[in-house]
């Protein structure tokens, strides 16, 4: 795992070379730049561990490529995908170094809107309040509801 702040200026350059500051592309890709090497890595581990002898059980039963991947393979990924997708939303969620650097006006992600209500000369207590339970209600309802589905296996 390595800190996101590694990638904002190669990543500034390319977006802002393409054209994409300031749009909620530059944010998605941004996140998914960050994301997508840990959640490779995390799931190739799990796959490595495969058992060889289960597909292979698999083909003399007839299955193909696709069948022993959707009825074998996928349903034993499940914790795995379900691991990778808490890790990939919650870090994605309360992102503030990308959101701030890629967008100035029209784009503003939770973080960055929380940050505006802290003033120089006054804190919004109410705003700030507000938007802090709304941004994180749906991270803790997200991963109690996922933690549940691994649990019951």
Same mark, same amino acid.
């Not at 998605?28 to 994301?35: E, F, I, M, R, T």
């Not at 698999?58 to 193909?64: E, F, I, K, P, V």
């Not at 100035?104 to 939770?110: A, C, L, M, P």
């Given at each position: 795992m390595f800190s996101p702040s590694i990638l904002v200026l190669?990543?500034?350059?390319?977006?802002?070379?393409?054209?994409?500051?300031?749009?909620?592309?530059?944010?998605?890709?941004?996140?998914?730049?960050?994301?997508?090497?840990?959640?490779?890595l995390l799931l190739h581990s799990f796959l490595e561990e495969f058992s060889k002898e289960v597909e292979e059980a698999?083909?003399?039963?007839?299955?193909?490529v696709w069948g022993i991947f959707w009825k074998i393979v996928f349903p034993l990924l499940a914790p795995a995908v379900g691991v990778v997708g808490i890790f990939a939303f919650a870090s994605s969620w309360g992102e503030f170094l990308f959101a701030v650097s890629f967008? !100035?006006?029209?784009? !503003?992600?939770?973080p960055v809107q929380i940050s505006l209500t802290?003033?120089?000369? !006054?804190?919004?207590?109410?705003?700030?309040?507000?938007?802090e339970f709304t941004g994180l209600f749906p991270q803790l309802f997200w991963q109690?509801?996922?933690i549940d589905i691994l649990q019951e296996g």
């Open positions: 190669p990543l500034y350059q390319v977006f802002s070379t393409l054209g994409l500051l300031d749009t909620i592309w530059s944010i998605v890709l941004g996140h998914l730049a960050w994301v997508l090497p840990f959640s490779t698999a083909q003399l039963d007839g299955l193909g967008s !100035r006006t029209n784009i !503003r992600t939770g802290i003033s120089e000369y !006054r804190i919004w207590w109410v705003c700030l309040l507000h938007q109690f509801y996922l």
